[in-house]
């Protein structure tokens, strides 16, 4: 499609439950990035993959947080395990190359952990 | 580590009251500078991608530039519906430990009244 679109909306899960997003990609981008924005606009980047291999996951947490992007399926995000600290609006962009080309983004999934 | 800060945090503005936002940035070597808007409940918009110092871009009432050091963003007689969070961000070179990801600013929020 020509907008990234990320399900759900909305998202409400008790601490301690299993939380999973997804994003489809504008079509024909290759890269899909993924970054978590709290409070006060902070953006934090999280995890990025090129077609389906994972091309930068330094800001991933590595306990409780994974991603994957199969072919022909949108890509997800996934955390285990969910503490009140993930609650956060999580975005999904993606581009056609890695650098010089801007970043589209999806309107997010807000994350509520109660 | 890159760093980008924004300033003002807020800014109200009358109808036609022309202004700039200005963001500082810190980057091991720039790859590009991006300008985003950002609505309520939305995910950012793209604006202006910018990639060495002098440049400018212009769009609309919106005027983008670029030094070593920083970028403004004029904004020309703005209009209730320029109120928005506008957001710079940062693109380190990929190789090493950036591979394209964004480092943002904490955003300056807009409020252009009638």
């Known amino acids: 499609g020509e907008e990234v679109a990320q399900t759900p909306k909305h998202l409400v899960r008790g601490e301690g439950q299993k939380a999973k997003l997804y994003c489809a990609p504008i079509k024909g981008h290759s890269y899909v990035f993924w970054y978590q924005q709290v409070l006060k606009n902070e953006f934090k980047f999280l995890i990025s993959?090129?077609?389906?291999?994972?091309?930068?996951e330094t800001g991933m947490p590595k306990e409780r947080f994974s991603a994957k992007c199969l072919p022909n399926s949108p890509c997800s995000l996934e955390i285990q395990a969910t503490k009140l600290e993930d609650s956060a609006v999580y975005f999904c962009?993606?581009?056609?190359?890695?650098?010089?080309?801007?970043?589209?983004f999806g309107d997010g999934t807000r994350l509520s952990i109660l | 580590e890159d760093q980008v800060t924004q300033s003002p945090e807020a800014l109200r503005l009358q109808e036609g009251e022309s202004s700039s936002l200005n963001c500082s940035y810190t980057v091991s070597g720039l790859r590009g500078l991006f300008w985003y808007r950002q609505d309520p409940g939305k995910g950012p918009e793209f604006l202006f991608t910018?990639?060495?110092a002098g440049e400018e871009k212009e769009k609309e009432r919106l005027k983008a530039t670029l030094t070593k050091k920083e970028s403004f963003l004029h904004i020309t007689a703005p209009k209730p519906e320029d109120s928005a969070t506008y957001l710079c961000a940062v693109q380190a070179p990929a190789g090493g430990t950036s591979y394209g990801k964004l480092t943002f600013g904490q955003g300056t929020i807009l409020t252009v009244h009638p």
């Open positions: 962009a993606s581009s056609q190359f890695p650098n010089n080309q801007p970043q589209h």
């Open positions: 910018l990639y060495s």
């Open positions: 993959f090129q077609n389906e291999n994972v091309f930068d």
